[in-house]
Structures are given as C-alpha cells and as structure tokens.
T-cell receptor
Framework: RKEVEQDPGPFNVPEGATVAFNCTYS??????FFWYRQDCRKEPKLLMS???SGNEDGRFTAQLNRASQYISLLIRDSKLSDSATYLC??????????FGAGTQVVVTP | GAVVSQHPSRVICKSGTSVKIECRSL??????MFWYRQFPKQSLMLMAT?????????EQGVEKDKFLINHASLTLSTLTVTSAHPEDSSFYIC???????????FGQGTRLTVV
C-alpha cells in the first residue's frame, strides 16, 4: 500500500464551480501536511500547509482529519488558471516527505 | 516563499558523459535537500536525501555511484549523473527546507536528455 494515495482524476470542473478532493495517508504518526500544485513540466509549488483546525486561503480550503487519516482540498469559484495537478505531501515522524501521485484538475470555460 | 534556484534548467548530453546539476537555497539555510526524478505523467520519485556535511541517504534502487550527491554547504547541493545513458533522461528536481517538519521549496527542475 502506498504511503499517500490520491485519486488521479482528472476532475473536470466548469469555471466558477467548486471542486473538492481528498488524500489519504497510511502512517498515523505523520506530522505535517501540505498541498502543492504542479503545472505541466514545471516544479511543484507550495499551495498551502494544512493545519489541524483546517485553514483557508482565499478560494482554497484545506482540512485535516487525523481520525480517518485524510486531508482534503476544496477550491471555490474555480478559475481556468486553477488547472493543474495537486500534490498531497505528508511528512513522517522522521521528517521524510511522502508525496501522493497527484490529482489532476481541469477547469473548463 | 523561499527561493530555491536550480541550474541548468535544460541539458542535452552525449551518452557516457557526466552532468552536474546545482541546487541553491538563495534566502535561507537549508538543513536538508532532496533530489527527485520525475518521468512524464508520473509522480515525483525521491532519489536521495542529503544533510549538510554528511553523506546522502539514497532510496532503494538508486545507485549511489551513478548519482553522486554533494551537500557541502547549507545553501548548495549538487547532483552529478555519471556516465549518463538515454534511460537517465528525465526531469530532475531538487527541494530544500529549513527544519524537519517544515514545507519544502522546489528548484525549477532540470530536464536532462541523454542522446
């Protein structure tokens, strides 16, 4: 079983709509959680950290559910520029980064 | 966010030659740097973790004699692909972070093509 699992998608989202997807992790001792976005043929860029109480950054909301071992990302009012692959990243108790394979989001006009 | 600079962004080399890729943290001291490889439409694959002043820790299946990593300072790590072959052609990305559970910042990546 992979350490971090994501639905690969693609999630096809009309512009202006809301999309949400999850990421599950297997190690209950995981310490920190992040969402990154990666555009085609580019490096990943930090989108947001995920805090225990949940956090919001503009149109993006991240949640952490430790009991069920998943994190989620919700994008409201989707823009064409939100089309990307969203990577879930989890650090284990040794601080090692574990990457999900990514969820592809395609926002359509 | 913090800036990590990676060079070169693109390199084409002949089979059998060696290629060096540099990764620099420009505005922070990186205790740990990571090297990844990504094949088209696949996820990032961690190759090795390096801490300044110590030997890199390689992931299973990654040849340490082929992928030489040097992390001589808190702001610079290098990856040398020795005796490159066409199957080494890939997108190589470095990342750096300050502490154990902090976010990582990525370099721009190096697209290596071995002909």
């Amino acid at each position: 079983r992979k350490e971090v699992e994501q639905d690969p998608g693609p999630f096809n989202v009309p512009e202006g709509a809301t999309v949400a997807f999850n990421c599950t992790y297997s190690n209950s001792a995981s310490q920190s959680f992040f969402w990154y976005r990666q555009d085609c043929r580019k490096e990943p860029k930090l989108l947001m950290s995920v805090y225990s109480s949940g956090n919001e950054d503009g149109r993006f909301t991240a949640q952490l559910n430790r009991a069920s071992q998943y994190i989620s990302l919700l994008i409201r009012d989707s823009k064409l520029s939100d089309s990307a692959t969203y990577l879930c990243v989890v650090t284990d108790s040794w601080g090692k980064l574990q990457f999900g394979a990514g969820t592809q989001v395609v926002v359509t006009p | 966010g913090a800036v990590v600079s990676q060079h070169p962004s693109r390199v084409i080399c002949k089979s059998g030659t060696s290629v060096k890729i540099e990764c620099r943290s420009l505005d922070f001291q990186a205790t740990t740097m990571f090297w990844y490889r990504q094949f088209p439409k696949q996820s990032l694959m961690l190759m090795a973790t390096s801490n300044e002043g110590s030997k890199a820790t390689y992931e299973q299946g990654v040849e340490k004699d082929k992928f030489l990593i040097n992390h001589a300072s808190l702001t610079l790590s290098t990856l040398t692909v020795t005796s490159a072959h066409p199957e080494d052609s890939s997108f190589y990305i470095c990342s750096a972070r300050v502490g154990m559970n902090t976010e990582a910042f990525f370099g721009q990546g190096t697209r290596l093509t071995v002909v």
